[in-house]
């Protein structure tokens, strides 16, 4: 195996992997500082954060070292390769470095939103020399709010690493942003009038490794020290970016990507950055509510779950094949299954179908070229499919039922009288169901609908169940790619609503707390297509359902086969 | 010494010295045919063992640069001829352009057949207008005359030249910021490697080369290996890196000298001979206080070190970054060091393409402190201080992508080594050379 040495320290590398001297510290524990390097951008090696010595150690043990500094981003290693990065000089260059980037810095740290999570900040604390030799004036340059709708610019922050420049040109291949003017005057800007509004935008805020480029929506909203984070899954597509939910008091704040090699990479789309508001909108269905015959109502959820239990069993009772259930694509596996089981064991002729799917357009591919065109061999996709879970409800429902109903051939059971009873699954913040289609629903004996927001099932229903946003519960999705990944908790539900998975885990029946991670097991051991659950866990960057699972967890629950 | 016969300069100043028809008169385009004659490799042998080095700054060997392209490559290699000329005190390549553009033509022809290139884009500083028109006019002249075109001179190869003109910057001398602007984008010097022998213009094989490298190329075809090598100086025996000095070589010289001008004289000559006996000494009888070896990248000779042969060696062994382009600014005893290393650290600031830290910063830093210090704020810490920062940037000690720093670094770093006393006198004398304010761009 190929040896690099690090600090005195050997670490071995794959025979045949590509690292640069970053990278390769890394391995070894070290902390090569950097701006201008980003694993997903190309090399620019221009800040010179990341200075080290290099050499090489011949066969005979001897090391010969390169007299000058290295960028460390730029230097690939090879057996051999000698890394320094803790000696007086790389010190004194490092001190160097961020002398120079601070000249012209205005220290607005107190009023800055990056404080808290800045490089400046953190490498000037760790390598940096604590006071200032300046004794002119700082250069000034103007905030250029114009940037972009959701972006802005403090220019005078900015250490002009260029990897806002690069994602524009790299990535999304809008090229909006670009450097103006020469030496210290330079600054980011737009073409005159053509701002930054591209879909993929809001990740050169997460790129900037200061305060320059801000979010105005998260703009002043919260010290970043303050947040409570959760890994979690974008809902919006899916492509099914993993993100981080920043929160305070049960607020969420801002969604940022996370890194996973696994799903969508880097970054995250603006449609899912932004698209989360509505969890703390004003439709939201904040309590339950039971509307009786008699015209009583009751917002208990202890009065309800028991009722709409009955009334379903009566039902299927009565006539099993007249009761069904939609399920919905926003679904988590897990309350799909809790769903579709309870169902099937009450009868194995309930109906089942998948809710609607909601797509638009085609799929939304990054780089584009100048026309807008997209290039070949895309690095990030915007999917079509705006849900996250279509796949694992419909595996659920192929397990359950081997077959899935569409959503219109649903309403058109329910148009003939087919089926009278139905238990809706809504969850799509942008609209899942039309004014005509909701009318049909006028026809049923008994309609529960468990939903977010309202909409126009909501008030043909006799039982509303307020269900959990994705932010607000914990379970599992499953990408277009067939990747699980797990959605964490990270607020609790607004006032009387409740996370879907509590909700079918109390009406099915079962006994104790509902817990994603059991329940993920259970379903690995039970519905072979989701065998890769059973690990549980699914770890930060989710699993496969391709990928044999590696623990075997111990079956609870009860059998139950496919009708 | 008996007086050098100008081979480069021999045709400037003639009239109608830039046609093609008195070109021709003169003997041109023989070189070419000679060329022709011979293989890409045998051209190429000839001029590296002329012992050429180019003339654009870095003094590379020329011929042993052209090796380092990719053997059998298919696919297109080109050739840029570097022409910028942005170098403080530097204007022989204007010269040669504007009075003798096809001498460069040749040599650009030949040195496209040494290398297989079939296109050579010519690279050309915006300033220079006359130059512009008398290029355009003469590669105009060699299409109409089939010296280009598709069948070049009859040999049934193809070749053009592009004439295309910067926007003004210095920055578009470095070889890859040319190369980059070149393709139309701003001109940020590339890291390397790979070298532009490797991965130039438009990604493919490159050659970088300076105008009047080309001439010296046509030179060597005409007279020979022998006639170059018989110029100049060989290299030096306890020095193993030195690969001579041979050929001959235009000094730009201005500044406080008599007669200022163009000279070409035999590399080597040195800094005293050049000012005292061909540019008629300093007016009005003043002396001299330091003098730019070439170009003020260089950093500065101070008045004891004239002896010194301006060849690629000699400014190196007084603490000089090198030779440079050869332009010699002679600066007189009633000037203001500090003023003049102003002087030098604006441009520097100004012209720093912005990519690096260290130099972006460190040139603004370092000419902040200048401003301060003509404004009578100067204290002898800022002496260390700027000595500090200018041994923080460049490709030498590694902090940098290009020597822009390098150079911006070196006139600093030698001002105060050489001339500290009179820094420590100016600021100790409160005096007050600018009425810039401080912070004032
Ligand atoms: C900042 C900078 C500016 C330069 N400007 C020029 C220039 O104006 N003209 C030039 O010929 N070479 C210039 N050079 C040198 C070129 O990078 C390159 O070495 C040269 O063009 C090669 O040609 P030669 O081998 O014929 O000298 C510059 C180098 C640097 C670092
Ligand atoms: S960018 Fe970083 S260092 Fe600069 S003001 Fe903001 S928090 Fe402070
Ligand atoms: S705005 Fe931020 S990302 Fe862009 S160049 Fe400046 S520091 Fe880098
Ligand atoms: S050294 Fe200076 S001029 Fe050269 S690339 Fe870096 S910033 Fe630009
Ligand atoms: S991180 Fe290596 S030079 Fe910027």
């Known amino acids: 195996m190929p040896t690099v040495i690090v600090n005195d320290k050997p670490v071995e590398i794959g025979a045949d992997e590509k690292l640069n001297c970053v990278q390769a510290a890394q391995r070894a524990g070290v902390e090569i500082p950097t701006y201008c390097w980003h694993p997903a951008l190309s090399v620019v090696a221009s800040c010179r954060m990341c200075l080290i010595e290099m050499g090489d150690k011949k066969p005979d043990g001897t090391i010969a070292m390169q007299p000058k500094l290295f960028p460390a981003c730029q230097t690939p290693v090879k057996d051999g390769t000698v890394i320094v990065s803790n000696s007086e000089k790389v010190k004194q260059a490092q001190k160097g470095t961020l002398e120079y980037l601070l000249l012209n810095h205005p220290l607005d740290c107190p009023v800055c939103d990056q404080a808290g999570e800045c490089f400046l900040q953190d490498y000037s604390y760790r390598y940096g020399r604590g006071y200032t030799r300046l004794q002119e004036p700082k250069t000034l340059k103007p905030d250029k709010d114009y940037i972009g709708d959701q972006i802005t610019l403090f220019t005078d922050r900015c250490v002009m690493c260029t990897r806002c420049v690069r994602f524009t040109r790299e990535i999304s291949g809008t090229a909006e942003l670009q450097v103006i003017n020469r030496g210290s005057h330079e600054e980011i800007d737009i073409f005159p009038g053509e701002p930054c509004n591209n879909k993929l935008a809001g990740n050169v805020v997460d790129l900037c490794p200061v305060g320059a480029l801000c979010s105005k929506d998260f703009l002043y909203k919260q010290r970043v020290w303050w947040l409570q984070t959760k890994s979690s899954t974008c809902p919006d597509c899916s492509t099914g970016c993993s993100i981080r939910v920043d929160q305070t008091g049960d607020v969420v704040k801002r969604l940022r990507p996370r890194h996973n090699p696994k799903a969508q990479g880097h970054f995250m789309c603006d449609d899912g950055r932004f698209g989360w508001k509505y969890i703390h909108g004003p439709d939201r269905l904040t309590q339950p509510e039971m509307r009786s015959p008699q015209g009583a109502k009751s917002h208990d959820w202890d009065a309800i779950q028991p009722a709409l239990r009955a009334a379903l069993e009566g039902a299927v009772t009565r006539k099993a094949s007249a009761v069904a259930a939609v399920l919905s694509p926003w679904m988590t596996v897990e309350e799909a299954y809790l769903l579709a089981k309870w169902l099937k064991r009450l009868s194995p002729q309930t109906r089942l179908a998948l809710g609607p799917v909601r797509k638009e357009g085609g799929d939304d591919c990054y780089p584009k070229d100048v026309r807008g065109k997209a290039l070949p061999n895309p690095k990030f996709t915007i999917r079509h499919e705006k849900c996250p879970n279509r796949k694992g409800v419909e595996l659920i429902l192929q397990h359950f039922q081997g077959s899935v109903i569409p959503f219109d051939t649903l309403l058109s059971e329910v148009e003939s009288n087919q089926v009278d009873t139905l238990f809706l699954t809504g969850g799509d913040p942008k609209g899942w169901i039309t004014e005509s289609q909701a009318a049909v629903l006028g026809k049923l004996k008994m309609l529960a609908v468990l939903d977010l927001l309202k909409s126009p099932a909501t008030p043909k229903a006799h039982y509303v169940l307020a269900g959990g946003s994705f932010a607000e519960k914990d379970g599992t999705f499953i990408n277009h790619a067939g990747l699980a990944q797990a959605i964490v908790k990270a607020i609790r539900s607004p006032e009387n609503a409740r996370p879907d998975g509590r909700i079918l885990w109390e009406l099915s029946g079962r006994r104790g707390l509902f817990h994603a991670t059991n329940l993920r097991r259970e379903i690995g051991q039970e519905v072979p297509s989701l065998a890769a659950l059973s690990v549980g866990d699914l770890g930060e960057h989710g699993v496969l359902l391709t990928e044999r699972p590696t623990v075997a967890a111990p079956v609870r629950g009860e059998k139950v086969t496919a009708s | ?441």
Not at chain 2, 36 to 56: F, Q, W, Y
Not at chain 2, 109 to 115: D, G, P, R, T, V
Request: proline share 7%; hydrophobic share 35%; with cysteine.
């Open chain 2, 1 to 441: 010494m008996p007086k050098f016969e100008p081979v480069l300069l021999a045709r400037v100043g003639k009239p109608d010295s830039q046609k093609l028809e008195t070109y021709r008169r003169d003997g041109g385009y023989e070189a070419l045919k000679k060329a022709l004659a011979m293989s890409p490799e045998e051209v190429t042998n000839v001029v590296k063992d002329s012992g050429l080095r180019g003339r654009g700054g870095a003094g590379f060997p020329t011929g042993l640069k052209w090796t380092f392209l990719p053997k059998n490559h298919t696919g297109p290699i080109y050739l840029a001829i570097n022409a910028d000329e942005s170098e403080p005190g530097t204007f022989n390549n204007r010269i040669l352009m504007e009075d003798d553009p096809h001498q460069i033509l040749e040599g650009i022809a030949i040195s496209c057949h040494a290398i297989k290139s079939e296109r050579a884009y010519l690279y050309l500083r915006f300033e220079y207008g006359k130059s512009y028109r008398n290029l355009q006019a003469a590669i105009d002249e060699c299409y109409a005359a089939g010296i280009l075109g598709n069948n070049s001179m009859g040999s049934g190869k193809k070749l053009d030249i592009f004439l295309h003109r910067g926007a003004g910057a210095y920055i578009c001398g470095e070889e890859t910021g040319l190369i980059e602007s070149l393709e139309g984008k701003r001109a940020w010097p590339r890291i390397k490697p790979p070298f532009p022998a490797i991965e130039g213009l438009f990604r493919k094989p490159t050659i970088v080369n300076n105008i009047e490298t080309m001439a010296c190329v046509t030179h060597i075809l005409n007279r020979g290996v022998e006639w170059f090598k018989s110029i100049g100086v060989p290299p030096d025996p306890k020095n193993p890196r030195d690969a001579g000095s041979y050929g001959p070589k235009l000094y730009c010289l201005s500044g406080h000298v008599n007669k200022p001008g163009c000279y070409e004289l035999p590399l080597g000559v040195t800094a005293r001979e050049l000012i005292f006996e061909h540019g008629g000494g300093i007016p009005h009888g003043r002396k001299v206080k330091a003098v730019v070896p070439g170009g003020i990248s260089m950093g500065f000779l101070s008045a004891d070190e004239l002896d010194i042969p301006l060849d690629f060696n000699g400014p190196g062994k007084v603490g000089c970054l090198g030779l440079g382009t050869a332009a010699v600014v002679v600066v007189d005893d009633s000037i203001s060091i500090v003023d003049v290393l102003y002087n030098c650290c604006r441009f520097f600031s100004h012209e720093s393409c912005g990519q690096c830290t260290p130099c972006r910063e460190g040139t603004a830093w370092m000419t902040k402190i200048l401003e301060r210090m003509r404004s009578g704020h100067g204290t002898t810490r800022d002496l260390d201080l700027l000595a500090e920062v200018s041994g923080s940037i460049g490709i030498i000690p590694g902090t940098t992508i290009c020597g822009l720093s390098d150079g911006a670094a070196w006139p600093v770093k030698n001002a105060i080594k050489k001339f500290r006393p009179e820094f420590e006198e100016y600021i100790a004398s409160g005096k007050k050379t600018a009425r810039v304010p401080v912070g004032a761009h």
